[in-house]
């Protein structure tokens, strides 16, 4: 079954977050879309109830559909720590607290990986394109890495400072944002979104 295409116009970001909705719309700048981000449109965000990141990005996607009546992509994304079992995986943003402090989340992955010498980690990403006849294309990209101690750069955001992208010596917070577009979880997801759905 083929893809939809997005036929251009605009295109609701389902995030509050504002580094991820610039991060998006730097990669979508290529395909002329006219993105507005949810908060600008002072829609709601949904309760994260889904148990995978695919589930969380449909149901945030499907949300702000309802919200604006525009076609809507959101992503669900975060870091997988092998040595705790995929934590915080879907809840990345919850374990930095109602203020967002990414600091306390990178200390608290610190402290509970303790002396394990397994610091392997990756970013997962899933992007869910909806429409507003209830259509979804969602795909899921993933970077694989390592995690370090104390975390290093101020690029990027969340988890960025503490994870060291596999071939790289240089952590996601040391990376330019054009370098990290072009390997990152959300790249991987990306390319396939915009092949199967926009067209330059």
Avoid at 18 to 43: C, H, M, Q, T, Y
Avoid at 108 to 128: H, M, Q, V, Y
Avoid at 178 to 194: E, G, N, P, V, W
Wanted: proline share 6%; net charge negative; aromatic share 8%.
């Amino acid at each position: 079954m083929s893809n939809r295409l997005f036929e251009g116009g605009d295109l609701v970001i389902a995030s509050h977050n504002a580094g991820k909705v610039r991060e998006i719309g730097d990669l979508l700048r290529p395909f002329n879309v006219a993105v507005k981000s949810a908060a600008e449109l002072s829609l709601p965000e949904p309760e994260e109830t889904g148990t995978t990141f695919i589930a969380n990005a449909e149901l945030k996607a499907r949300a702000a559909v309802e919200g604006s009546g525009l076609c809507a992509l959101a992503d669900d994304s975060g870091l997988c720590v092998t040595g705790l079992n995929g934590a915080p995986g879907i809840y990345s943003a919850r374990w930095a607290g109602p203020g967002g402090d990414f600091n306390v989340a990178m200390q608290r992955i610190e402290t509970e990986l303790g002396r394990t010498d397994n610091r392997s980690a990756w970013f997962a990403c899933a992007l869910s394109l909806c429409w507003p006849d209830g259509h979804c294309e969602t795909f899921e990209g993933r970077v694989d890495g390592t995690l370090v101690w104390p975390p290093r750069g101020d690029q990027g955001f969340g988890y960025d400072p503490m994870f060291v992208p596999a071939g790289s010596d240089l952590t996601f917070g040391e990376f330019e944002p054009d370098a990290k577009h072009a390997i990152s979880h959300r790249a991987d997801a990306f390319r396939q979104l915009t092949a199967a759905c926009f067209r330059a």
